[in-house]
């Protein structure tokens, strides 16, 4: 019998959400920064062992509601929060002991899910520190993101509260995908406002390369249209449009994922790929079963 469910991670910014989810998803996932609410979104991390698929939410903000952006953040937070079958909370070891969940977030009631208390950062502790932290937060794990120190303990004893279920996703999905996803999202929405009804519903994107540990970040994308006269309207005369196209895409991805980015944008041609499976499939869209092969 398998088990699958929702984690939501929360905890205040620096916590280290970022860096866990980094690490339990074992791939990039949301960027991980000493600045604050870079994570601007609810994004969703899955990992799949042999028996248990845990799909992981991001609650940004919700413990720091100082400013209106955050507030907007916050619902989307909460209803992480609601979604949760477990819900860990990280805090930071090196600033004591944290305060309960429901008091940390303003939550008017207690979360139906059962609440992890997971003290990160615990190679940044003395001895001392921590043996009085084991006093005060009984029943806390204490864990290192970063060295990944009390990480197995972490998992094993979330596993264990998620409901027996089949998994909800493809054992192979990532985020990382997910992220890739909306930066091409991004690229594509831009072109269409710039080319206004010009190319209409021919232009699709993809991200080709994207490089987390690099500053800048490096992202290659690639704009798809159906024809060599859409390219040319898409490109415009002396490269102007796609710069433009380019430079605009550029501000949202780097709002989205909350660093400097390098985007190194490509236009293509690839016969009517709208009608074609194989290009389809090659920009990352997903067939319905029926007309998969
Ligand atoms: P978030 O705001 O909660 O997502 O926190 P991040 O994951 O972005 O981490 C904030 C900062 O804490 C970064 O500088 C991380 O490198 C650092 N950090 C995260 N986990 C650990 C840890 O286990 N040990 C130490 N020493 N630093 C950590
Ligand atoms: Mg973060």
Not at 47 to 55: A, G, S, W
Not at 239 to 255: C, L, M, Y
Request: net charge negative; with cysteine; hydrophobic share 40%.
């Amino acid at each position: 019998m398998t088990r699958a469910g929702i984690v939501t991670v929360v905890g205040k910014p620096n916590a280290g959400k970022s860096t866990l989810l980094n690490r339990i998803v074992g791939q990039k996932l949301s960027i991980v920064s000493p600045k604050p609410q870079s994570t601007r979104d609810r994004i969703v991390g899955i990992r799949t062992d042999d028996e248990v698929q845990m799909v992981l939410l991001d609650t940004p903000g919700l413990l720091d509601p100082a400013y209106p952006l955050q507030r907007a953040m916050r619902a989307t937070s909460l209803e992480a929060l609601d979604d949760a079958d477990v819900i860990i909370y990280v805090a930071d070891a090196t600033e004591g002991s944290a305060a309960p969940l429901e008091q940390a977030a303003g939550l008017a009631t207690t979360p139906k899910a059962p609440i992890i208390l997971a003290l990160n950062k615990v190679d940044a502790i003395t001895a001392n520190q921590r043996a009085r932290l084991e006093k005060e937060c009984g029943g806390a794990k204490f864990i290192s993101a970063i060295t990944g120190e009390g990480l197995d303990d972490l998992l094993a004893t979330a596993a264990e509260r998620l409901p027996e279920s089949p998994f909800l996703y493809p054992e192979d999905e990532i985020s990382t995908q997910a992220v890739r996803f909306f930066v091409s999202e991004l690229i594509r929405e831009t072109a269409l406002e710039q080319l206004e009804d010009e190319v209409p519903y021919s232009v699709a994107s993809k991200v080709e390369e994207f490089r987390e540990d690099r500053s800048p970040v490096y992202i290659r994308a690639v704009i798809y249209v159906e024809r060599e006269s859409q390219k040319r309207i898409l490109i415009g005369a002396k490269g102007e449009r796609i710069r433009e196209i380019g430079k605009a895409s550029r501000a949202k991805v780097e709002e989205l994922i909350g660093s400097p980015v390098y985007l190194d944008l490509w236009v293509k041609v690839l016969s009517n790929w709208r009608k074609n499976a194989d290009a389809l499939r090659r920009l990352g869209y997903r067939l319905p079963k029926e007309h998969a092969q």
